[in-house]
Structure formats: structure tokens, C-alpha cells
């Protein structure tokens, strides 16, 4: 049995559909969620779901029984997730997990985003366990620079604090994919895959392929580290969560968020989703 947290999340349930398209029945499936409510589209399909949340250690041991493989969605929770992920290992432990599977975070052994910084405690605790396990270093999603660009036509900018750096952005359909082949093929474990799309970008072509397609002039405006904090509060973030933002696009600017690692197109077997395609698809929105 496969086991997937975090499967009404963004990236669990395309990791499910992904399992499904590879050929794992249904009923070796186990979708975890904190609503269960929330899951009922996969149970319909044949999908066991089980509730458990990463702060209930005894919902946790539960929802793990009789698994051999976990993908491990990290926690949402920035700040909060360390506690968790413990809670998470040790219930994968006991379970007599086979393999765990851990959504990190790109470059995770150099970065220096105060972001990052919970994932490499994380695979610490991961290999301190004694688990065989796969780090699936995921770059930051496409989407999180596609999600505003309507707005970003409507006043002709991207804002951002990037500066030059190549982003090697990458949906998160083709990083939850990666996440199902190392579940369902042999040769992972133990390995560390550094995740990102191809070719890499930067926010100033970002902005020119936006332009390109919506016929609207659309320019990249690079902030320093604090105008860029304020300009997040400005939208409605609170303030921690601005600051924990803009110095990873500091980190960004920086190359932190670059591979030319090749690992996630040679899991895939394909060609990464392409800046072209991704921008199209939030432009139709």
C-alpha cells in the first residue's frame, strides 16, 4: 500500500492521479486527510481515506497501518512544521514503512532561505531514522509566479525581488508525477533528486512571455529585500509571512532556486511543462 498525505492539498491529489495513471489500484491507495469530507471524490473512486492530522501522533499511527511506501507532503504550517514532521517519522517508524518519500526543498543542502530551513531539519530527522528514503527537492511551483497574472497584465507589472536570478520553475503536476515514479519504480532509495523545470527563467522574460501572449506591455520591477516585504503587506500578508517570502526571493536571486541537475525531465521521461505553456494556461485562467 501507498500512502499519500496531504491529499486535498495542491500537490497530493495530483500525486494520487498520477499513481492511478501508472497503474496502482485504487484500493492500494491511501489518501490522508484532516477532513475526510474533503476526500470524498477519491473514495468514491476505490481510494482508501483515512483521517489524521501531523499534530495527532495516535491519528498518524492509525492512518499508517499495513502501508510499505509513503509520499510525505510537507507541512503548510512555515514555522510550525519541524514538531510535525517528527511526529510524522515516528509514526512511519513504527508503521514499518519501506520507503518515505519527502516533498523537500530545492538545493536544500546550500540554500540559505530562512524557508529551507525546516526541510533540512526535516531530512536530518528522515535519515536519523534509519528509513530508506527518497528527498524529492522541489523547486518553488510555477504557479506561484503564474497565479497573478491577470493582475499583473491589468497594471502592466511583475513585481518581485529576483533580480537576475534563473528560476527553474516547474508545475506542480510534473513535480507530483516525479513524486509518483520514484513510488512505483525501482533505484530511489536513498537518493536526494534535485527537482526543477527546463530551461530556466527569469522574471524580466517572464515578463516578456507574458507580454508576448497577451498582446500587453508587461514589465518585471525588481524591489529590494524591505520594499518588497512592505509591497506583500500591502497586498494583504501578514507580516511574518512577507518577510519569510521576500527573502527567499532574495535566496531566488541568488541562483537558489536554479538546477541544471536533469532529474526531474529524466524521471518524467519527458520534457518539463514549458514557461510558454504554463503562462498560456493562467492567461486562460
Known amino acids: 500500500m501507498i500512502v499519500v498525505t496531504g491529499a486535498t492539498g495542491h ?34 473512486r476505490g481510494v482508501q481515506v483515512r483521517q489524521a492530522d501531523y499534530t495527532d501522533p495516535e491519528s498518524l499511527a492509525t492512518a499508517f497501518a499495513g502501508a510499505e511506501k509513503l509520499l510525505f507532503v510537507s507541512s503548510s504550517a512555515a514555522g510550525e512544521r519541524l514538531p510535525q514532521h517528527r511526529n510524522v517519522v515516528d509514526a512511519a517508524r513504527a508503521a514499518g514503512i519501506r520507503l518515505i518519500a519527502y516533498t523537500s526543498i530545492l538545493n536544500a543542502d546550500t540554500t540559505t532561505m530562512i524557508l529551507a530551513g525546516e526541510h533540512k531539519a526535516t531530512e536530518a ?9 527518497v528527498f524529492l527537492r522541489n523547486t518553488f511551483y510555477l504557479e506561484v509566479y503564474t ?4 493582475q499583473a497584465v491589468e497594471h502592466g507589472a511583475i513585481v518581485d525581488a529576483v ?20 513510488l512505483t519504480t525501482e533505484g530511489h532509495e536513498n537518493q536526494a533528486y534535485e527537482l526543477g523545470g527546463e530551461p530556466a ?8 512571455e507574458v507580454s508576448r501572449q497577451s498582446g500587453r506591455t508587461v514589465a518585471y520591477r525588481n524591489l529590494s529585500q524591505p520594499e518588497y516585504t512592505d509591497f506583500l503587506t500591502s497586498v494583504g500578508l501578514p507580516r511574518p509571512a512577507a518577510e519569510l517570502y521576500a527573502d527567499a526571493s532574495v535566496g531566488a536571486s541568488r541562483g537558489e532556486l ?18 510558454a505553456d504554463a503562462v498560456a494556461a493562467a492567461l486562460k485562467g
Open 147 to 150: 497565479a497573478g497574472l491577470g
Open 163 to 182: 533580480g537576475d536570478g534563473r528560476i527553474s520553475g516547474a508545475t506542480r503536476a510534473d513535480l507530483a508525477a516525479a513524486g509518483a515514479v520514484v
Open 11 to 44: 500537490y497530493g491529489p495530483l500525486a494520487i492521479e498520477e499513481l492511478l495513471a501508472r497503474g496502482v489500484p485504487a484500493g492500494q491507495i491511501v489518501a490522508i486527510a484532516r477532513d475526510r469530507g474533503k476526500a470524498a471524490g477519491l473514495a468514491a
Open 125 to 133: 530527522l528522515i535519515r536519523e531514522s534509519g528509513l530508506p528514503y
Open 258 to 275: 536554479f538546477t541544471d541537475s536533469g532529474d526531474l525531465p529524466r524521471l518524467l521521461g519527458r520534457p518539463t511543462t514549458s514557461l
Open 201 to 208: 527563467f527569469t522574471l524580466a522574460e517572464l515578463a516578456d
